[in-house]
């Protein structure tokens, strides 16, 4: 049996690399990335509403940011498959743009009036949100189970002790 002392740290960086290129484990993989991000997003967003700028300022930035930074990351292949694309595609993307430029806006105003320790576990909440969408809109793609909503009375529960 093989201990991790025993493998060199370019075969644990390998096995990481493979693990990343597992496709069963990039959905997973991304949203603990995108946890992380946006806790750390919590934190800056609360020092520079409270030390530098208004909400609304620090909402366009971060969008602008944003959008710069992933055309950077994604250009190119982006737009190719974006052109091949049904004209009602660019209206979901035009609802989700809208959506994700609001959704920042309240969440910048709610860090510069409330403590990101109450603002964050609030914002938590968002997955009842998606989960009664995911019901009414995406029934063939998405199953909701009594699990799902299980879980997500317990985030609630978790978000009134933390609030209390």
Excluded: H
Aim: glycine residues 10%.
């Amino acid at each position: 049996m093989c201990s991790w002392r025993d493998n060199d740290p370019g075969e644990s960086e390998m096995n990481i690399i493979r693990l990343f290129r597992a496709t069963e484990y990039r959905g997973y993989i991304f949203a603990v990335c995108a946890a992380s991000i946006y806790g750390l997003m919590a934190v800056l967003g609360k020092m520079i509403t409270t030390e530098f700028a208004s909400p609304m300022i620090v909402s366009a930035f971060s969008l602008l940011f944003g959008l710069f930074i992933t055309g950077v990351i994604f250009g190119k292949k982006s737009m190719s498959n974006v052109v091949r694309r049904p004209m009602s595609g660019y209206l979901y993307m035009l609802g989700a743009g809208c959506a994700s430029a609001f959704g920042v806006s309240c969440w910048y105003l709610a860090l510069s009036k409330a403590p990101v320790v109450l603002v964050t576990p609030i914002i938590a909440v968002n997955p009842l949100v998606t989960i009664g969408l995911s019901f009414l809109f995406l029934k063939g793609l998405e199953k909701v189970t009594r699990r799902t909503i299980w879980g997500a009375l317990l985030v609630v529960f978790g978000v009134v002790l933390i609030s209390l």
